[in-house]
């Protein structure tokens, strides 16, 4: 079974902080991906990265960054946090060919306050 | 970024009725994707499609991959109360062979489904 796991479910953070959010798989995964997810939103990609050190930005990049320093590990980071990105985060992952799907961790729950 | 539009955003329904939901975008993908997702739990896989015009079932859960390729619909039959949660439509674009970013998924905003015994 494949395994993508987030290694804080629930966090609360204050205003200005850097955050770091982390995620690994276990599978080999060529691809990953960081979405948010707020009610009436669905799930928006932020970054996605398709190989070690390789990234691109998603539909909303603004005030994040990410890095993939391993091919397991996926790194979401908020320089500076913000209330606004108060939200539930969703790492994921994928083969990089063609049918396959994307696993999802079991999400990051991020309060700014 | 484009976001496809999902209806019915919410549904109340009793045990034992069926459940239809569908997913519309303005552009064209190769591969259609429904996810459920459980509260305070990632979203997980019930059904893919690959071809235009497919019909795929899994259980009780049928899913259609509409022949403009812009559009999906999500069936299921005699709910159950474990049915309850957000069920998303996710749509991708990369084909056979994918390059860089072919992979990700564009989803629909949502539907909630609660089932009433």
């Known amino acids: 079974d494949v395994k993508v796991t987030q290694s804080s479910r629930y966090l609360v953070k204050r205003t200005g902080e850097k955050v770091f959010l982390e995620c690994v798989q276990d599978m080999d995964h060529e691809n990953m991906f960081w979405y948010r997810q707020d009610p009436g939103l669905g799930l928006r990609l932020i970054y996605f990265?398709?190989?070690?050190?390789?990234?691109e930005k998603g539909d909303i990049p603004e005030g994040y960054s990410v890095s993939r320093e391993k091919k397991e590990r996926f790194s979401l980071i908020l320089e500076s946090a913000s209330t606004n990105q108060t939200s539930m985060y969703l790492c994921?992952?994928?083969?990089?060919?063609?049918?396959?799907?994307?696993?999802f961790g079991e999400g990051s729950w991020l309060t700014v306050v | 970024g484009q976001q496809l539009n999902q209806s019915p955003q919410s549904m109340f329904i009793q045990e034992g009725e069926d459940v239809s939901m569908n997913c519309t975008s303005s552009s064209i993908f190769n591969t259609w994707l429904w996810y459920k997702q459980d509260p305070g739990e990632g979203p997980v896989l019930l059904i893919a499609l690959y071809k235009a015009g497919e019909l795929t079932s899994n259980g009780r859960l049928t899913a259609q991959f509409g022949i403009t390729r812009k559009d999906s619909f999500l069936n299921i039959s005699a709910s159950i109360p474990s049915d309850v949660g957000i069920y998303f439509c996710?749509?991708?674009?990369?084909?056979?062979?994918?390059?860089?970013?072919?992979?990700?998924?564009?989803f629909g905003t949502g539907t909630q489904l609660k089932v009433e015994l």
């Open positions: 996710a749509g991708q674009k990369g084909g056979v062979i994918l390059t860089g970013g072919g992979n990700k998924l564009t």
């Open positions: 994921a992952s994928s083969l990089n060919r063609g049918g396959n799907t994307i696993y």
């Open positions: 990265s398709y190989d070690v050190k390789m990234k």
